[in-house]
């Protein structure tokens, strides 16, 4: 029994295949996030036993491919090629900061030491993952514990970032007392373990809920159209806004504040210009005077032609009307105001834009490739709210409610809760929907904001401020409903000063850097 323990413990692969296994069960909808301690323990031990950086490199990345492959695999339901691209990529990508673990595991520094410069390299590649062209935060250690938010509840002080903060340090000096047992590394490893769970359990017995300033009754709708048919599966456009209309008026009152739709749910395209198009004067008009009619705002996605007469922008589509981008957005109806648009700021690399698109067109001094009409969607630039009775709140599309980071802007500038519309339909009956409705529950947290939720075939609901579930739909069922949402105005420290964790433990991975080159020289 010892022998065959000694065989797995000094064997990289079977320990890169069992990680991979341990990292893909820690994330949603399985229950079982305290097997990620586990699953990076093992990954410090295959950096302990490879020569080089590179081989380091070399041998995690199995175990990330397989992390990959079991968390989102359901990629590949929307674009086979893409989601296989994304899986190989990011599963690269990741392995960046081991190679930067393995070079400050090699110097002659304390244990404890060693151990938060690993976990600020983590952290370090994490937070620079979300700020560019290819970012996929999907994968972030903190999602693991989204369906545990007893736990967490220190978010509110440190951004999600904390979570991967805890597990990461913890297991990095578990790894180091393995190798060197000594009081003071054991010390650090037992404060660090139990702190942040202590540090959660307390906010939730001893801090107090924040007191609304009013509540807004808001309808969620959830219209369950199939997104591989056109007009979401009904003979014309005007049929599925029918079918919006009808769910919408089930379950509306005459206190109703704000009525929500998904993304996509207007199946006609909708131009920000009169006169063009038909459909979209018609469907522009019809849900202003619904607005109008039920004296409330309504918040829906679409697709958005905007066309430039003036400070037209890089890589314009042309058409005989003039230049033109199209934006995957939310459009805001009002009683007696005109229609507001907030064009959509993280778009999926690859699936709703190709990546380094201006640099692709830049670099392209031939013309070889027409980027102006591949780029696919316009990206958005400002975080744009809607109004509702006195207060704000952002229709954060689908991918943008996993940026922490660019929800900060909306929180600051007084967002009276959260809006999420989004359509996880395009990825079936997989666990990609459940994923994306837990990591919701950590906004809730981190902000101190309820949130509601809108998703074309589920799971729409809405989740309080302590990430606790208040309605939760089926998936795959057309239905909607009606509650009563506190509208806050408090803010958390993680809202007041961002993401200071991630600025800490690039300071230190900047250190860390230093730190191998001045040893590697001399």
Known sequence: MKNSIRQFWDNS?????????????SYPPVPLPFLIFVAFLLVFRIIDLSDSAREAAYKVYPAFLIWNIITTYWLVMATVAGGVAAIL?????MTIPVMLQYKVQQQSLPPWFIALLQTAFWLSYEYLHHLWDLAWPWLAVGNAWANVPQLVQYISVTGYWG????VIFTTALGYQYLQKPKYSTKFALITVLLIFPIWSISISLLGSETEPEQTHEVVVVQPNFD??????????????????LSLTDSVITQNTRLIVWPENAVQNQILNIDGYRNFSDRTKQQLTNYANKRDATLITGATFFEFYEDDVPALPRTSQRGAYLVFNAALGFYPNKQMEVYRKHNLVPIVERIPFVHFLDAIDFFGLVNWNKIQN???????DQFSVNGTATPALICYDSVFPNWILNYVRNGAGYLTIITNDGWWGNTSGHEQHFAYARLRAIEFDRWIVRSANNGISGIIAPDGSIKVETPYWKTTAFNYEVPVLTSQTLYTRFGDWLPYLMMFLSTLGIGISFRKQTK
Do not use: C, M, R
């Open 89 to 93: 990529a990011n599963a690269a990508v």
């Open 377 to 383: 969607y316009g990206k958005g630039y400002t975080a």
């Open 163 to 166: 979570i991967s903060f805890w």
């Open 227 to 244: 997104s591989y048919e056109p007009n979401g599966g009904f003979e014309s456009a005007q049929q599925a806004n029918n079918h919006l």
């Open 13 to 25: 692969w079977t320990l890169s295949i069992a990680a991979g296994i341990l990292l893909g069960l």
